[in-house]
């Protein structure tokens, strides 16, 4: 495993855990994946040396929050757990409240990364921040990260906090290489850490989906998913097996280890089944060269997905026979 050394936290796995899944409806696992894989995915993940587990208040509204917090056991005090304030009316004195379910669902007294969700459109930073930097100066947080923020509000965030916002969570993957442009210079820069979700384009990037094999539940809804899109992607998930077939890996662990070529990047992809970790966690030692490096993100930069507007069109279209 790698580590990246981020203020606050210690050291953190550059390859962590994704846990939207856990308990989700959207993702369609059902309740024996929360009973049983969700629970072992986290267990391999201990021992292969992930210390960096994502969550959030919202997902499957807290189940995520139980079932890692119960699989992580006595060690759930001693990794980076990282939880999510969904930022609606996030007043210092709501912003505490939602905490404290968080830290009682995670059974932990003290959460280490503490993440704004996303920016809110209306309620400034100042008053967002205000919260979080009470929980920090409590020592119930050990550091503040927002998420969803462009470089601009990050830096407003950083303001109102009058330190340091740690890290900053964002769609970052071969299919979506916004945040190479600002994000990743500027964390590089400042010694922060960009946390790429969704760092396989929700299984995209693996590399077995097609429009003869489309993934259900909230991934239906995924414009990357649509034909025109599965289409525009053949390029890059072409580059990807080659890259692959010499590195005797596979596609998705070639789109993580395009992320960990990146300074101050960790990621922190979901997984259905335990094998599937075990490979996401070995990414961490795939080295590219630097042609290999340098091939994928012009790849990825010339990925040009549709809309989703464009996208629901084509699927009316489909269903109509037009
Ligand atoms: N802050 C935010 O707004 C936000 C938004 C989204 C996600 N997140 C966080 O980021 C995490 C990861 O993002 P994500 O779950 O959206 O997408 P992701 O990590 O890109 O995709 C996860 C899915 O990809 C497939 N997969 C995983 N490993 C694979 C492998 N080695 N080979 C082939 N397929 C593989 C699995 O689905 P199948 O096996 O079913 O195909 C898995 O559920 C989430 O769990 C959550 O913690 C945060």
């Known amino acids: 495993m790698r580590f990246l050394e981020v203020d606050g936290l210690g050291q953190v796995s550059r390859v962590g855990l994704g846990t939207w899944q856990f308990g989700s409806r959207e993702w369609g696992y059902g309740s024996d994946y929360a009973e049983g894989p969700a629970g072992d995915i986290v267990r391999r993940a201990r021992e292969l040396g992930v210390t960096l587990f994502d969550t959030a208040e919202v997902y499957g509204l807290g189940r995520s929050e139980r079932i890692l917090g119960e699989a992580l056991g006595g060690e759930r005090s001693s990794v980076v757990v990282a939880s999510k304030v969904f930022p609606v009316a996030p007043f210092p004195a709501v912003v505490r409240n939602r905490y404290e ?26 008053v967002t921040m205000t919260g979080m930097g009470a929980l920090l100066r409590k020592g119930r ?14 830096q407003v965030a950083d303001t109102a ?26 964390a590089e820069r400042e010694d922060r850490m960009v946390m790429a979700y969704s760092p396989l384009a929700q299984g995209l990037l693996g590399g077995r989906y097609s429009a003869d ?42 789109a993580l280890a395009w992320l960990l070529g990146l300074p101050r990047v960790v990621v922190i992809p979901g997984a259905s089944s335990v094998e599937q970790l075990e490979l996401n966690v070995a990414a961490a030692d795939l080295e590219l060269t630097a042609s290999e490096q340098a091939d994928l993100t012009t790849a990825a930069q010339a990925f040009n997905p549709v809309s989703s507007a464009r996208t629901l069109v084509d ?7 037009v």
Request: no cysteine.
């Open 101 to 126: 379910g968080s830290a009682r669902r995670l059974q932990l007294d003290r959460i280490p990364l503490y993440q704004v969700h996303q920016p809110n459109p209306v309620v400034p930073d100042s």
């Open 141 to 154: 947080i050990g550091a503040v990260g927002v998420s969803n923020y462009s470089l601009e509000r990050w």
């Open 161 to 186: 906090l009058g330190r340091p916002v740690v890290s900053n969570q964002v769609q970052f993957s071969l299919a979506h290489a916004g945040p190479l442009a600002d994000l990743v210079p500027f």
């Open 213 to 254: 094999h489309r993934p259900g539940g909230v991934r239906a809804m995924n414009p990357l998913f649509g034909t025109e899109n599965l289409r525009r992607a053949e390029p890059l998930l072409a580059l990807l097996r080659e890259v692959a077939a010499a590195h005797d890996a596979r596609p998705a662990q070639v």
């Open 315 to 321: 699927s009316v279209r489909k269903k109509l026979g």
